[in-house]
């Protein structure tokens, strides 16, 4: 139903696009990878991936070398592809994680070109790892700070994952790709279909565009509920379930997309007291019905959340314990925390205007940018 560019960048970026692209839900002109080498892009997508400078082969996880080289790169006249691939995208997805150096430093760049120069719409997912590593917990902290507070944010985390699988990390890291490209999947609209009780193209570009923090979550319904009663403990189940950072009831936007017969809506809350309970009470709530004749299922889309802060917090706190065990002191970046993710999201109820940009509004468009990203 929507346009979808996918960017993944990064070595954990470009696994989770390549896992996109391989399960069906982007097209191989949706594609597009972004690296500080091509060590980590498999033979047969390496001509997909742009490497950002053929001076620095990787960053070592250095958020600042990764920043540096994605300016350039950006910056750069005739060589800069992000500009064509995304003209004619309704939303353009920028998957990373936090922790690695080319990823958490470039994308943060990249979400500000695509919305201020591109004038695109922009949705970033990102995977927070393991949380073991200091470096990596430092750049996911350092990542959040620098976030820009008017994209749409969704946010996998692997360490949910490992309760499952022991410590297995390989395995977990797989299925948060997967939990990825289920997200992708729902967020583009590829399954629904036109129906009585219809979420519309405007209606889902509004919702995935609210500015702030996103949860996307899929449940089947089974065994089919027999009363709103049971409808209600699957959505407990599937919140309590979901692998995201939690965060507060303060969604603005709330779409969800049921795909069951007939028979099954009597047993349906279509009030959804346990979504606007855990997500809060939305300005809009879309509804879609379907029926396909697939497995019962639920799609639920909640928008223009508060950011994870106590998450983020937690994260930053095992930092700092980190630090503490290789003597690290870092005192400037303890004092930028304090205003981490002052999230006001300024929703209004009106679609954005993303008027396609000219050649020449472009380049000014690049000239003011990089004016002032360089101050």
């Keep these: 139903m929507l346009r979808i560019k996918l960017i993944g960048v990064g070595a954990a970026g470009n696994k989770a696009?390549?896992?996109?692209?391989?399960?069906?839900?982007?097209?191989?002109?949706?594609?597009?990878?972004?690296?500080?080498?091509?060590?980590?892009?498999?033979?047969?997508?390496?001509?997909?991936?742009?490497?950002?400078?053929?001076?620095?082969?990787?960053?070592?996880?250095?958020?600042?070398?990764?920043?540096?080289?994605?300016?350039?790169?950006?910056?750069?006249?005739?060589?800069?592809?992000?500009?064509?691939?995304?003209?004619?995208?309704?939303?353009?997805?920028?998957?990373?994680?936090?922790?690695?150096?080319?990823g958490s430093g470039s994308s943060s760049v990249l979400y500000k070109y695509l919305l201020n120069v591109s004038n695109k719409n922009v949705m970033g997912f990102v995977f927070t790892g393991f949380e073991e590593d200091g470096r990596g917990l430092k750049n996911t902290v350092e990542y959040f700070k620098d976030m820009d507070e008017t994209i749409a944010l969704q946010i996998i985390s692997n360490r949910k994952f490992l309760p499952l699988l022991g410590k297995n990390k390989l395995r977990a890291e797989k299925m948060a790709n997967e939990e990825f490209v289920r997200r992708l999947a729902i967020v583009s609209g590829r399954e629904m279909v036109e129906s009585a009780q219809?979420?519309?193209?405007?209606?889902?570009?509004?919702?995935?565009?609210?500015?702030?923090?996103?949860?996307?979550?899929?449940?089947?319904?089974?065994?089919?509920?027999?009363?709103?009663?049971?409808?209600?403990?699957?959505?407990?189940?599937?919140?309590?379930?979901?692998?995201?950072?939690?965060?507060?009831?303060?969604?603005?936007?709330?779409?969800?997309?049921?795909?069951?017969?007939q028979e099954l809506e009597k047993a349906l809350d279509f009030s959804f007291t346990t979504l606007v309970s855990t997500y809060g009470t939305p300005y809009e709530l879309f509804t879609h019905v379907q029926n396909t004749g697939v497995t019962p299922g639920i799609c639920v889309l909640a928008a223009g959340m508060d950011m994870p802060l106590g998450e983020v917090q937690t994260i930053y706190r095992n930092f700092q314990k980190q630090a503490e065990k290789v003597s690290e002191k870092n005192d400037s970046f303890a004092n930028a925390m304090k205003s981490l993710l002052a999230v006001d999201p300024g929703i209004g109820f009106n679609l954005p205007s993303k008027d396609k940009v000219t050649q020449e509004e472009l380049l000014e468009k690049k000239q003011s940018f990089f004016d002032k990203l360089s101050k």
């Design 17 to 102: 696009a390549i896992a996109a692209f391989e399960a069906g839900v982007i097209a191989e002109d949706e594609l597009l990878l972004i690296n500080s080498n091509l060590g980590d892009v498999p033979e047969a997508y390496k001509q997909y991936c742009i490497v950002l400078s053929d001076k620095v082969k990787g960053t070592g996880k250095e958020r600042d070398i990764a920043r540096k080289i994605a300016i350039e790169y950006l910056d750069s006249v005739g060589n800069n592809k992000v500009d064509s691939f995304v003209d004619d995208a309704d939303l353009v997805c920028v998957v990373n994680s936090t922790e690695g150096g080319t």
């Design 198 to 261: 219809n979420i519309d193209r405007t209606d889902l570009l509004k919702i995935v565009t609210t500015p702030g923090y996103l949860m996307a979550e899929y449940m089947e319904l089974t065994p089919p509920p027999q009363n709103m009663s049971q409808f209600n403990r699957l959505l407990e189940d599937m919140i309590a379930e979901s692998k995201a950072l939690p965060t507060n009831e303060t969604a603005k936007r709330i779409g969800v997309i049921i795909d069951c017969p």
